[in-house]
């Protein structure tokens, strides 16, 4: 990152859409030295008037679910379409595990070739809130260089569906057919997020089983309360590998669109879900500013609260106080 970066430029080339200079505003974003900070929020106050405009699709599912391969047909399907289309990814398992589940593979190879798309891998991190955070500013400078869709791809690490949950507009999971949700790994929850649940790999000998599978989703929804108001989720199949199914896929994604449009749900979720961002920052920005001052004496309090020779309710009225 060149020092001080140079925000003019950084801001005419994301709103003419240069992929290069696009990169480097994220790298800006992304980056967690104080000394970049001030530079990236005026990067995202300039920006921001013209974020918005995409259609923001979270995506979830184990690994080997066919995620990439799915984001790649739906990516080259949607290019075909003169539509521009950006692929973010939320993985904090690289600062669990050390290595990262989303980007140690070669991934979407033919997308990653096209003009029209954008890929960018997680940004690393130690915490879920921080990747996910630099991830929504990510997917606003992607909107305001003029992408059409952001696709959002996750895996069950964590909260993490639950943070790009909060980042989309509709949440996608990608099933198998044949293996029971426990041996898939979806945690319990998950499937209350989705907007939509795709079996994958409907092709050869798994055409059938697939298809059952997706009479199966449909019966849990119907017990479902659904996660978005007024929306019924649905099931639907699809072969990502020989790009069957995708176009079904996209149809629903829009269908949905109008729909919530439509009700109010859309708008009102979106103003929902800053509000909630700023909140969360706001509560994880005070806790570590009054942690930090108040060090020596939470401690003294926690050994006190924690040997019982102290009441939990005296405490925190003390350190408050
Ligand atoms: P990810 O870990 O969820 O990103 O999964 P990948 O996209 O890497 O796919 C895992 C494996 O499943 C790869 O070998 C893919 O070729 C294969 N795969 C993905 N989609 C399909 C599909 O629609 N049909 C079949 N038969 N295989 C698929």
New binding site residues.
């Given amino acids: 990152m060149r020092n001080p970066p140079d925000i003019d430029s950084l801001v005419e080339g994301v709103l003419a859409s240069d992929r290069a200079r696009l990169a480097r505003a994220i790298t800006l974003v992304e980056s967690r030295a104080p000394k970049h900070a001030p530079y990236a929020q005026e990067l995202m106050q300039r920006i921001l008037p013209h974020a918005g405009g995409a259609m923001r699709v979270g995506l979830t599912?184990?690994?080997?679910?066919?995620?990439?391969?799915?984001?790649?047909?739906m990516g080259m399907y949607l290019c075909k379409q003169d539509k521009k289309v950006a692929v973010l990814a939320v993985d904090p398992s690289s600062s669990v595990t050390g290595g990262s589940?989303?980007g140690d593979?070669t991934?979407m190879e033919d997308l990653s070739r096209e003009p029209n798309a954008f890929i960018r891998p997680s940004p690393s991190g130690n915490s879920l809130g921080g990747v996910a955070a630099r991830t929504r500013e990510a997917l606003l400078l992607c909107e305001a260089a003029g992408y059409d869709v952001i696709l959002v791809?996750t895996?069950g690490v964590g909260q993490s569906e639950t943070a790009v949950r909060t980042m989309t507009d509709f949440f996608l999971l990608?099933q198998i057919a044949g293996a029971g949700d426990e041996l898939q790994g979806i945690k319990k929850g998950v499937i209350e997020l989705a907007d939509a649940i795709v079996v994958?790999?409907?092709?050869?000998d798994?055409v059938i089983r697939a298809r059952q599978a997706r009479v199966e989703y449909e019966r849990v929804f119907h017990f479902l309360h659904p996660f978005t108001p007024g929306w019924k989720p649905k099931a639907l199949t699809?072969?990502?590998?020989?790009h069957?199914g995708v176009d079904q896929v996209w149809d629903l994604i829009m269908r949905f669109r109008r729909e919530m449009k439509a009700s109010g749900i859309f708008d009102e979720r979106r103003c929902e879900q800053n509000v909630d961002w700023f909140q969360s920052l706001l509560q994880q920005a005070v806790m570590q500013r009054f942690t930090t001052e108040n060090k020596a004496l939470i401690e003294k309090m926690e050994s006190a609260v924690g040997l019982g020779k102290m009441p939990v309710s005296v405490a925190l009225s003390d350190l408050l106080g």
């Fill in positions: 599912g184990v690994p080997g679910a066919g995620k990439s391969t799915f984001i790649e047909a589940i989303l593979k991934r791809e895996v990608l994958n790999k409907a092709d050869g798994n699809c072969s990502a590998l020989e069957e």
